[in-house]
């Protein structure tokens, strides 16, 4: 399609507004359409200046240009979207703030106009009619212009988030020694209040901050701030930089300062999340706060000089708090899916589309076209990949919510019970919903819906979530799905945590307690009896095991009760979006970046095939249930790869995003499925303990401990033998030796003993004797994390006699 991207146009002013028109007229050609900006010059003052320029607006008609028409023209910017067009979708950056929020703010500068009451009520009108003549749903950039938009017009949008200008340039570097705070200046970001927060610190904090000020007079009156308040040798002034010092900044700074009044959208914010910098903002911030949760993925300050001064100090002062933070905000903006295709396709669908498309809102939620009302003929056919675009969304479509349940969104289960016992203790009784939180948990409640209805018929009354994290907002669901639900949970920790989570205001809905156990999923054992729990379940968490899934499987089956059921969720790695990423040369993990802060569970250690899990299920003793594929983040789907795997003849249940795997306990364990490991991890735990020293002779007892379920060999495939290694006095490793000092197999849960001459009492040792438990062909054993090793005191000569007088691994003894 031939597209016009409108907006306005001040001279001399460059920004966010002129680059996002930029970036969507080169996503829209980049995608197979042929766009370019439609600009038209803007002065809102004086008020009579301000109606010509709406009435200019008005005149122009852009439905063709040389006899050639243009077949849609995308609205961004006031008054530019008033422009004569029949076929016009309106994606709001913002409306004329000083018609609007501003002036209900009292901080308009249409205020002070003789006629600004009259040109509100027109700008108002103006809007309202453009926008409800549109055949098309209505988008915003952000939820908060989305907000704005209900909130003074009671007209709903839809908020279509898209990357910042530099995206895939933005780098990680190392977390540095001073804030950053970029971006245009002027009166509405607010830097005297940055200023005046740097001023309350007690440390010698240093602020960069790259930018000019649209008015010279408005930059000299912050130097001056800054000389009195006495931080002027703390602040570099960068003024206007080009990209390179831009990202270098981004990169290497400990965490980024963005501290708007009511932000539309903010790409401050965005670039920080993409260099993995934590953002500080504060609560009336408006668009940083769909992005950024408090202690999560950056700091949320009140807007007061004293509080955000405190934040500077915690994040100044704890790099490795920093990183964490960071981290997670690069882990959410992935999370979110925030591209220019999605945008494409969300405001103009392929390129080979009939002229004059209009978007409607199938039962799934996603845009698909139809003809206007007025065209009397008949849709033409659907082609072969329109065919098979339809066929594989039908195929992994989520299910209806499950009936009963009294929650729509994820902002009514927030509303509705106090997940965070804190604010009521400090006597704030129902704290205001977190924007951030609700958006981020918001993109997972298809997941949690077609959780819960994968657990219709079964009778639930205890129920184990291995992987929970705070906020519990799954298990208020699982309460009010399961009445009377008993609920345990098992996380990393490093301590229980325990919360009585209650409801606001609506003595109707059940309120819960719930402990959560700390141990490691993979290698700890789960500490809980046999058949204790009806259910099990963790979502989004076998992806991130890094050392033995059969064993997670395993204990699930063993504390579930006979006939209880696992339900597990995890991402896909043959879905069609990974298939299509690997096609074009992109590795298929849904999550493929690290994450240092998280650890070696901060990332997607191994993605899983939907068949891949009934397989560990049914060596652990489980049958499956269901086995299906979803997509819950994503509706979009590539034509090309959807032919190809219709044509193939592919189960197209099993290439959603998601896997959904439900079984049930009722099988007989098989074992270890060997295909997925490189060794035996069923009997990689144990420990070795001094039984007993004699002085004189330095004959040394050492209990070998088989902590296992499965018997350990001294001879054979994989059997259980000792590597010794020799540490000299300097701390180096000098000499390994792999040996056989078990002289008989050691049966599970029963200890064995060997035997070594090390010094006697009284010698000089000089170095430390350091024994590993170890698997024939395989490895130590401490890598299953199962097992420790045991250093004594050793010198050489000592080292020497053991390993000449031991067998080795498969000799005779």
């Not at 339809?390 to 009963?404: D, V």
């Not at 819960?452 to 009354?461: K, N, S």
Request: glycine letters at 8%; proline letters at 8%; one cysteine or more.
């Amino acid at each position: 399609m031939r597209i016009g991207v409108l907006r306005t146009q001040v001279p001399f002013v460059q920004g966010g507004a002129e680059r996002h028109a930029a970036n969507l007229v080169s996503a829209l050609n980049a995608y197979g359409h042929e766009a370019t900006e439609i600009t038209l010059p803007f002065k809102w003052y004086p008020g009579e200046v301000l109606a010509d320029h709406i009435l200019a607006a008005r005149m122009h008609d852009i439905s063709e240009f040389e006899g050639v028409p243009v077949d849609l023209a995308i609205g961004l910017k006031f008054p530019a979207w008033l422009a004569n067009h029949p076929n016009k979708l309106f994606w709001i950056i913002h409306q004329h703030r000083a018609a609007y929020d501003l002036w209900a703010a009292g901080d308009a500068d249409l205020m002070h106009d003789p006629d600004g009451d009259a040109l509100r009520q027109l700008i108002h009108a103006e809007d309202r009619a453009a926008f409800t003549a549109s055949p098309h749903p209505l988008y915003a950039n952000s939820g908060n212009v989305a907000g704005r938009l209900s909130q003074y017009l009671d007209l709903d949008a839809t908020p279509l988030y898209h990357p910042p200008p530099n995206a895939e340039a933005l780098w990680q570097g190392e977390y540095g020694d001073y804030l950053f705070a970029p971006g245009r200046i002027n009166p509405s970001k607010r830097l005297e209040l940055i200023l005046r927060g740097l001023a309350a610190t007690r440390s010698k904090i240093k602020l960069v901050i790259a930018g000019v000020a649209e008015n010279p007079g408005y930059q000299q009156d912050l130097h001056a701030l800054a000389l009195d308040l006495g931080v002027a040798n703390r602040v570099t002034w960068l003024g206007r930089v080009d990209d390179a010092t831009l990202l270098r900044h981004y990169a290497e700074a400990r965490a980024v300062v963005f501290v708007p009044q009511d932000e539309d959208y903010g790409y401050i914010t965005l670039e920080a999340m993409l260099a993995a910098r934590p953002v500080i903002t504060v609560s009336d911030a408006g668009g940083p706060l769909e992005f950024i949760t408090d202690r999560a993925e950056g700091r949320i300050s009140a807007p007061k000089p004293a509080d955000l001064g405190q934040a500077f100090e915690e994040l100044m002062s704890d790099a490795a708090l920093a990183e964490r933070m960071g981290q997670a905000g690069l882990a959410r903006y992935t999370d979110m899916q925030i591209t220019w295709e999605h945008v494409v396709e969300t405001l103009a669908g392929r390129s080979d589309q009939a002229v004059h498309p209009i978007p409607v809102t199938d039962s799934a939620g996603q845009g698909d076209t139809v003809a206007p009302e007025s065209a009397t003929e008949a849709p033409p056919e659907l082609s072969p990949q329109d065919q098979a675009v339809q066929t594989l969304k039908a195929a992994i479509a989520p299910p209806e919510p499950p009936e009963g349940l009294p929650f729509a969104s994820i902002e009514d289960v927030l509303s509705a019970y106090a997940f965070d016992e804190l604010p009521a203790l400090l006597g704030d009784d129902a704290p205001p919903i977190d924007t951030g939180l609700a958006s981020y948990l918001g993109t997972h409640w298809t997941r949690y819906m077609t959780t819960l209805r994968a657990l219709d018929g079964i009778p639930v009354t205890s129920a184990l979530d291995v992987g929970v994290f705070p906020p519990l907002v799954f298990q208020a669901l699982l309460a009010n799905r399961f009445p009377g639900v008993q609920m345990a949970g098992l996380w990393e920790g490093p301590d229980p945590y325990v919360q009585s989570v209650r409801t606001v205001g609506n003595s109707d809905l059940p309120g819960f307690d719930i402990r959560l156990e700390a141990a490691n999923s993979e290698r700890d054992a789960w500490p809980y009896p046999d058949n204790s729990f009806d259910l099990v379940t963790g979502m989004e968490i076998l992806e991130h095991l890094a050392l033995d899934p059969y064993f997670f499987f395993s204990e699930a089956a063993r504390v579930l009760k006979p006939g209880g059921h696992i339900l597990l969720t995890t991402p896909n790695v043959v879905s069609h979006r990974g298939v299509n990423k690997m096609l074009n040369g992109t590795a298929p993990y849904s999550f493929g970046i690290f994450v240092p802060s998280g650890g070696v569970y901060g990332r997607h250690n191994r993605e899983y095939a939907p068949q891949e899990l009934p397989e560990l299920g049914q060596a652990a003793g489980f049958q499956t249930v269901s086995l299906r594929t979803i997509d819950v983040y994503d509706r979009k789907v590539d034509p090309r790869t959807a032919e190809l795997l219709v044509d193939r003849g592919d189960d197209l249940s099993l290439r959603g995003e998601t896997i959904f795997y439900l079984a049930q306990k009722a099988g007989r364990a098989t074992g270890l499925p060997k295909r997925f490991y490189h060794g035996d991890p069923t009997r990689m735990a144990g420990a070795l303990s001094v039984a007993s020293v004699e002085d004189s002779t330095g004959l040394t007892r050492i209990a070998v401990h088989n902590r296992s379920p499965q018997w350990w060999a001294v001879s054979g495939d994989q059997a259980t033998c000792v590597l010794a290694e020799w540490i000299d006095a300097d701390g180096n490793l000098r000499h390994q030796h792999l040996m056989q000092p078990i002289t008989a197999p050691i049966a599970p849960g029963t200890s064995g003993e060997i035997a070594l001459r090390l010094d006697p009492q009284g010698t000089e040792a000089q170095g430390r004797l350091r024994l590993h438990l170890y698997q024939a062909g395989v490895g130590v054993m401490t890598g299953s994390g199962r097992a420790a090793t045991l250093s004594l005191p050793c010198s050489q000569e000592a080292f020497l006699r053991v390993a000449r007088s031991t067998p080795l691994p498969g000799e005779a003894s």
